[in-house]
T-cell receptor
Framework: DTGVSQDPRHKITKRGQNVTFRCDPI?????LYWYRQTLGQGPEFLTY????????KSRLLSDRFSAERPKGSFSTLEIQRTEQGDSAMYLC????????????FGPGTRLTVL | QKEVEQNSGPLSVPEGAIASLNCTYS??????FFWYRQYSGKSPELIMF????GDKEDGRFTAQLNKASQYVSLLIRDSQPSDSATYLC??????????FGAGTRLFVKA
């Protein structure tokens, strides 16, 4: 257990529905990352927060995806109008102040879109 | 060209042997290099990080970095069946965006 928690661990939804995932970071970590991972691939960068500021968002992320980190603590990732291609493991990772700090991953949320 | 490339494997080694995992990256400005281990159905966990050219050892693991060749490797000595997993190479450039390779599957045969 790295200290990063994610909720829910599993989510099954029907195509077209909206889903929201939550990540609670290690308390002293001010950097938070969201990744998506599909079978046989490494984690794919989605977005990054430093405290409450969203500093980068992948060009691969469509407008259906949005992430927030109010007050620089927990973060949410919302997917609107889900598609079958959104089925994946969504991973949250957090790290400390230095840019070279290790990222610690949460257990992930596995999304299945039917 | 993928930004971080790894041989997908599977790499199969007998118990007690040395497993050698390799990774190349395309961005010459890359600054930090990480090896993560991922068991099936689990999230990645850090094994080692390396920032400078040369070797870095931690127990049975040795990371090697050659920035001129844009190459980073991981050696696992005295491989154990519990080392069987997917090994992910990750590279960070410019501070916060980390790019992962697709991973190499390692099987250690008892």
């Amino acid at each position: 257990d790295t200290g990063v928690s994610q909720d829910p661990r599993h989510k099954i939804t029907k195509r077209g529905q909206n889903v929201t995932f939550r990540c609670d970071p290690i308390s002293e970590h001010n950097r938070l990352y969201w990744y998506r991972q599909t079978l046989g691939q490494g984690p794919e960068f989605l977005t990054y927060f430093q405290n409450e500021a969203q500093l980068e968002k992948s060009r691969l992320l469509s407008d259906r995806f949005s992430a927030e980190r109010p007050k620089g603590s927990f973060s949410t990732l919302e997917i609107q109008r889900t598609e079958q291609g959104d089925s994946a493991m969504y991973l949250c990772a957090t790290s400390g102040e230095a840019s070279t700090d290790t990222q610690y991953f949460g257990p992930g949320t596995r999304l299945t879109v039917l | 060209q993928k930004e971080v490339e790894q041989n997908s494997g599977p790499l199969s080694v007998p118990e007690g042997a040395i497993a050698s995992l390799n990774c190349t990256y395309s961005d010459r400005g890359s600054q930090s290099f990480f090896w993560y281990r991922q068991y099936s159905g689990k999230s990645p966990e850090l094994i080692m990080f390396i920032y400078s050219n040369g070797d870095k050892e931690d127990g049975r693991f040795t990371a090697q970095l050659n920035k001129a060749s844009q190459y980073v490797s991981l050696l696992i000595r005295d491989s154990q069946p519990s080392d069987s997993a997917t090994y992910l190479c990750a590279v960070t450039a410019g501070g916060f965006k980390t790019i992962f390779g697709a991973g190499t599957r390692l099987f250690v045969k008892a």
